[in-house]
Nanobody
């Protein structure tokens, strides 16, 4: 089964930027929908951004519109989440996920990467 690995998390001051990477063990990230999710302590996991496999327009949560950008890398196994103007409320563990043809949505997940934003 394909595996995903996130990287790029860290600690940053409010207003700063980070770029998260999601790397797959197989070159599939240009075929299926890819999503970035996050989960803050004591809160439910939420969708942050997603992009379809067919190259359609990405979707963003209202809370990150204009600040975050999801994009595919030149290699078919990498997707990025560029996060600008970070806010303390963006602090969470960020996960990438793939929605493969296997029944059920978002069936493959990475292990997550921590993003901490301090004011």
């Amino acid at each position: 089964q394909v595996q995903l690995a996130e990287s790029g998390g860290g600690v940053v001051q409010a207003g700063g930027s980070l770029r998260l990477s999601c790397t797959a063990s197989e070159a599939i990230l240009n075929r299926y929908p890819i999503g970035w999710f996050r989960q803050a302590p004591g809160k439910e996991r939420e969708s942050v951004a997603a992009i379809s496999g067919g190259g359609g327009s990405p979707n963003y949560a209202d809370s990150v519109k204009g600040r975050f950008t999801i994009s595919r890398g030149n290699a078919r196994n990498t997707v990025y989440l560029q996060m600008n103007n970070l806010k303390p409320e963006d602090t969470a563990v960020y996960y990438c996920a793939v929605d493969t043809p296997t029944p059920g949505p978002w069936d493959v997940w990475g292990q997550g990467t921590q993003v901490t934003v301090f004011s």
